[in-house]
């Protein structure tokens, strides 16, 4: 290479570009990138600028002219999109660096381009200027998001394809939620790490120890858009505030299993929980934790069997109870096959799932449920439960196996706590 390809090689992004920072070919409008933190979704916005107001030279004309950077404050988009180390004035070649003029909140490009900034905390800011570009970023944090991005709409009317870029990290929020159902809408997701070559070691190894496999970990690194669900059981703010590292003393453990009576690739997952509680003094003070989810999928009788096994005795549990609805005896004979010496329950359910699932729910709302890290499978099974049934796709075995636990342990004992003092007022 010539000295002049290797100067200009640090600004062609398409060469050091992971794929979810490059744009999807095709007729799209809006273009949103999702992302854990750190995963390159800022630089992927720069250089997606870079590439609609640069010419083929430092004066010709790109494919914008003016283009609206809105962030959730003016401090946000200055500091992270104009100055911030994968902003714009850092990621331009020196002959095509813009001019930043603070008095105006702008910048100008050589070739006469624009960009102006503005903010979700000031919607009718955007009332008036027009663009052909925009670039949207951390538009799930806005305060005023959706009457931000509907001034933004009108105001793309340039050129004869206005487009949008929108940086990301998910949040269950009804604007996200509506933009990524449009048909012009394209996306493209990537977790905190595939973009671990540019971030500390040290951060990756300390997130990873305190949030992978927890929902904020899911949403926060993996980039994941938990939904709730309307009228679910849980949500995904109460489970996140539910989370503990401190695990008292038990009274009693509970392994509890959904079990599945086919190992075909179509079956349901085999739910598997274990659960702890502490029931000591007077039943208001009962408490307790779900300690794993050991579920697993597509497996024999005997493979699930020796799972629910292993966790009974890893747990140090008090009883492995199951349901036998579908299995019947089966259910009991695979898992004494595995282990005759395990205190077995059997429960049959006499109402539907969700009838079930009710007061298991009120024992969190009450506080009484804490999790430990690492649930995630579980817990979005969990806020796609409803009054009127399960809201996601095939079936919450993961949520049933918990059912089971907390009935055996809390729900069951609480009831025959209660009702002797009912009949005697």
């Known amino acids: 290479m010539s000295e002049a390809q290797i100067k200009a090689l640090p600004y062609l992004f398409e060469f050091w570009a992971m794929p979810h920072q490059l744009p999807p070919v095709g007729d799209w409008r809006t273009w949103v990138i999702l992302g854990g933190r750190g ?67 702008m910048l100008i490009w050589p070739n006469g381009a624009q960009a102006q900034l503005f903010t979700s905390q000031d919607p009718e800011g955007l009332r008036g200027p027009q663009f052909d570009a925009a670039w949207v970023d951390e538009l799930a944090k806005w305060r005023n998001a959706q009457d931000t991005w509907d001034m933004l709409q009108f105001a793309l009317r340039l050129g004869g394809d206005p487009k949008v870029c929108v940086t990301t990290t998910p949040k269950n929020v009804d604007v996200l939620k509506a933009l990524l159902s449009r048909e012009s809408t394209v996306s493209t997701h990537a977790t905190t790490f595939a973009n671990a070559a540019n971030l500390a070691p040290g951060y990756l190894k300390e997130v990873r120890a305190r949030y992978e496999g927890s929902r904020l970990g899911r949403q926060e690194l993996d980039g994941v858009l938990l939904d709730d669900v309307e009228g679910a059981l849980w949500k995904v703010d109460q489970l996140d505030a539910l989370t503990t590292a401190n695990l008292p003393e038990f009274s009693r453990i509970v392994v509890a299993v959904d079990p599945s009576v086919t190992s075909k690739k179509s079956a349901d997952t085999c739910g598997i929980v274990v659960v702890g509680a502490v029931m000591e003094g007077e039943p208001h003070r009962w408490s307790a934790v779900v300690l794993a989810d050991l579920s697993v999928g597509e497996a024999t009788p005997t493979h699930w069997a020796r799972a629910a096994v292993k966790g009974y005795h890893d747990f140090d549990a008090d009883r492995l109870v199951a349901e036998v609805n579908q299995g019947g005896e089966l259910v009991e004979n695979v898992i004494w096959q595995v282990d005759p010496f395990v205190s077995y329950r059997a429960v049959h359910a006499s109402r539907n799932k969700a009838v079930r699932a009710e007061p298991v729910a009120a024992l969190y709302e009450q506080g009484r449920v804490r999790h430990v890290r690492g649930l995630g499978a579980l817990e979005d099974q969990m806020c796609q439960m409803t009054a009127r049934g399960y809201a996601g796709k095939g079936s919450p075995d993961r949520v049933d196996a918990l059912v089971w636990a907390l009935h055996d342990l809390m729900v069951e004992p609480l009831k025959t706590w209660v009702n002797p003092k009912i009949r005697g007022l």
Do not use: C, N
């Not at 494919?63 to 004035?89: E, H, N």
């Open 39 to 105: 995963a390159g979704k800022t630089r992927a916005g720069t250089e997606w600028v870079r590439s609609m107001v640069e010419g083929r030279t430092p004066l010709g004309e790109g494919k914008a002219k003016r283009v609206a950077l809105v962030a959730d404050t003016y401090d946000q988009a200055r500091d992270m999109m104009v100055f911030g180390d994968s902003g714009i004035m850092a990621v331009s070649p020196p002959d095509r660096k813009p001019f930043w003029v603070a008095t105006k909140r």
